[in-house]
């Protein structure tokens, strides 16, 4: 069983998020995590597509926020992680899938507080997903940032981990037979 992580991120939270999501994935699937611009047709072939960005203005990044971000990050002397296009764009250009695929999303936001609410790119994602045919695995999660650059709030590398983990048990059980008993082969 084959799943792809494609993620976004401007200050490197929601990639260091990506990559535990594709480790606790691994106990279950065979993973790829791959930066947006470099993802090109990561979602062809898997059983499992999930998602991830900075949420940016309440919901998924835009030429315009990304500008703002990337400014910032000039300021402070951080190198972008992600230079091209978003999320938003790359599924916009997803062809509707004819298979039995699954999805899932997350993303990175401030607690709740500074920005309220925080909004959600992870549930605008999963709107585009369900559009372009994929079958939702799990609600969108989100994980937090201390502030607009970062870091990580303390512990949400593991949760992240062990959300990927459970992301793929329910992933697995919910494939059809056939593609479960091809894997197990
Ligand atoms: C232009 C811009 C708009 C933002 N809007 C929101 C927002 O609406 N809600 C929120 O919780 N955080 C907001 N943030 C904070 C981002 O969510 C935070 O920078 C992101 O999680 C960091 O992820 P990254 O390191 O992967 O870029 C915003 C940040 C930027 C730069």
């Known amino acids: 069983m084959k799943a792809a992580?494609?993620?976004?991120s401007i200050f490197g939270n929601t990639m260091q998020i990506a990559e535990a999501v594709a480790r606790g994935l691994a106990a279950r699937f065979e993973v790829n995590a791959a930066e947006v611009s470099a993802a090109g047709r990561a979602a062809n072939s898997v059983?499992?597509?999930?998602?991830?960005?900075?949420?940016?203005?309440?919901?998924?990044?835009?030429g315009s926020s990304r500008k703002g971000a990337l400014e910032q990050a000039a300021k402070i002397g951080v190198r972008p992680v992600s230079q091209g296009e978003g999320i938003r764009d790359w599924l916009k250009r997803l062809p509707k899938t004819h298979e039995p695929a699954l999805a899932a999303s997350?993303?990175?936001?401030?607690?709740k507080g500074r920005w309220f609410p925080t909004g959600s790119a992870a549930s605008?994602?999963?709107?585009?997903?369900?559009?372009?045919?994929?079958?939702?695995?799990?609600?969108?999660?989100?994980?937090?940032?201390?502030?607009?650059?970062?870091?990580?709030?303390?512990?949400?590398?593991?949760?992240?981990?062990?959300?990927?983990?459970?992301?793929?048990?329910t992933a697995a059980t919910a494939l059809p037979p056939e593609v479960a008993v091809a894997a197990r082969a």
Do not use: N
């Open 124 to 169: 605008s994602a999963a709107s585009q997903l369900k559009k372009k045919g994929f079958k939702s695995v799990c609600e969108p999660e989100q994980f937090y940032v201390t502030d607009t650059e970062g870091p990580l709030t303390d512990g949400e590398l593991e949760r992240a981990e062990e959300w990927g983990r459970l992301l793929g048990e």
């Open 5 to 8: 992580v494609v993620y976004e």
């Open 106 to 111: 997350f993303d990175t936001a401030l607690k």
């Open 47 to 62: 059983d499992l597509l999930v998602i991830g960005g900075p949420t940016h203005a309440f919901g998924m990044s835009r």
